[in-house]
């Protein structure tokens, strides 16, 4: 399967981070990497090995011989723009059916309307103890909801720009609910309110379709997380279908690299020292997680394989001050509708090569060492490469390799591929740079 087709699958069975450190396991696995349990103690020699992190996290990592002749770590997200059903979501509108939620992420919200949506996540059931319940899995895998627009007959400027309410406008369709009772509504002061289109919530209806999904009763049902994503699966486009569009393409192509960088370093050259990648969930709301990449999670890893392999966390800190971090995450590309939006010196644009990203405001992760070091890497394996920089009067973003490299005080480089759209239901990328990436990982992992 080639770089580009070996992408979309991946994407297709990431659909939500769940599904993302799912379908990383099972290629980890399907390379000889052993699973660890995060609340097991370990004791390991040398080898390739994962654990995945409250499930929307995963790590993987291959120990040399030599543990500390060298410590390489990579990063990336498996979260991404999106809707999140809230808890009793189905609210009832003159029959209609709606889902009740909420915004997770930075996303483009008109993005999102008039496509055909599913859900996937996991349903939370009740088992023999209340510390342990059982996840179910669940991807509806059809069309199943729909955000529809305003007819522009009712909104006659909505081609000058609509602002979106995040709770009045982006609520989806889901069923018919005829006959559903509305409930009372009422103001702050506790008056009831008379308004014609009330709402009600139908909670048995909700229960009823988790419970046909996970196949279990009703009542075992105590709570869920459900993301929305866009049914339409990924796809090349252009003359010579040079271009790819997809949803998910921040961060998952990252998350594609990284991991063909370690399998990689398994299964082709095996090294001496410290390999891992860091799939790291909630980067697009600030990362403060406790499975996120500004927590303790990666330094707690570190020295639990520090310690399973007989060394002193005074060896791993003298690594670290010595070791290396990439941290990938997409990149702005040059639009050609909006040339003003790009600096007027550095202009990556799309099939030309990965990104590295650098910022004086150090919103991204690095320093000359830093970029010195991945410049000889692309150089000496003839991987093409582009640089970007904010433009100076319109503010960027940001990506988790900053926060990384002050918690483990490393030195580290940001990269990633160049994109349109970024953040939008749907993405564009040049089918020519994940295997920029995906070299780049593999020369670096080594």
């Not at 949506?117 to 510390?131: E, H, I, N, W």
């Not at 009372?184 to 209806?205: C, F, L, M, Q, Y």
């Amino acid at each position: 399967m080639n770089t580009v087709a070996r992408l979309l699958e991946y994407i297709d069975n990431s659909t939500s981070p769940y599904h993302t450190v799912k379908a990383s396991a099972e290629i980890l696995k399907a390379n000889g990497f052993r699973e660890l349990q995060l609340d097991d103690t370990w004791s390991f020699d040398y080898g390739a090995y994962f654990v995945k992190v409250y499930d929307t996290t995963l790590i993987a990592f291959y120990a040399g011989s030599d543990l500390r002749d060298s410590l390489r770590i990579a990063s990336a997200h498996t979260d991404f723009p999106a809707l999140r059903v809230k808890p009793n979501p189905i609210v009832s509108n003159k029959s209609y059916g709606q889902l009740n939620v909420e915004a997770y992420g930075g996303l483009i919200l008109n993005t999102w309307l008039d496509r055909p949506l599913s859900m996937a996540g996991v349903v939370a059931t009740r088992s023999d103890d209340p510390f342990h319940p059982e996840l179910h899995y669940v991807d509806m895998a059809r069309p199943l909801l729909t955000i529809p627009n305003l007819a522009i007959h009712m909104n006659r400027s909505i081609n000058e720009g609509v602002a979106l309410d995040k709770q009045l406008h982006m609520m989806p369709l889901f069923m018919m609910l005829d006959g559903a009772e509305p409930m009372t509504i009422t103001s702050h002061e506790g008056a009831p309110v008379a308004k014609d289109d009330t709402t009600a919530v139908k909670a048995d209806e909700w229960l009823q379709f988790l419970s046909e999904q996970v196949k279990r009763p009703v009542e075992d049902i105590l709570s869920y997380e459900l993301t929305l994503y866009p049914v339409e699966g990924g796809t090349t486009f252009g003359r010579y279908d040079e271009f790819i569009s997809s949803p998910r393409i921040d961060n998952l192509t990252s998350c594609m690299a990284c991991l063909e960088g370690i399998v990689a370093t398994k299964s082709l050259i095996p090294p001496d020292g410290l390999r891992l990648i860091a799939l790291f969930d909630n980067e697009e709301v600030g990362s403060r997680t406790k499975q996120g990449g500004a927590s303790t999670l990666l330094m707690q890893i570190l020295e639990r394989i520090y310690m399973a392999t007989g060394h002193t966390k005074e060896e791993l800190y003298a690594d670290i001050a010595g070791g290396f971090m990439i941290s990938a995450d997409v990149a702005h590309g040059y639009h050609p509708n909006y040339p003003e939006k790009n600096d007027v010196t550095n202009v990556p644009v799309l099939n030309k090569g990965l990104v590295l990203k650098v910022a004086a405001s150090q919103s991204y992760a690095g320093d000359a060492w830093a970029m010195a070091t991945v410049k000889d890497l692309c150089e000496t394996n003839k991987i093409p490469y582009q640089i970007y920089v904010n433009r100076s009067n319109i503010p960027g973003g940001s990506t988790v390799g900053s926060i990384s490299s002050a918690m483990l005080t490393m030195r580290t480089m940001d990269v990633g591929v160049p994109i349109l759209a970024m953040h939008s239901a749907r993405e564009t990328m040049g089918a020519n740079d994940q295997e920029a990436l995906e070299s780049l990982m593999r020369a670096f992992l080594r």
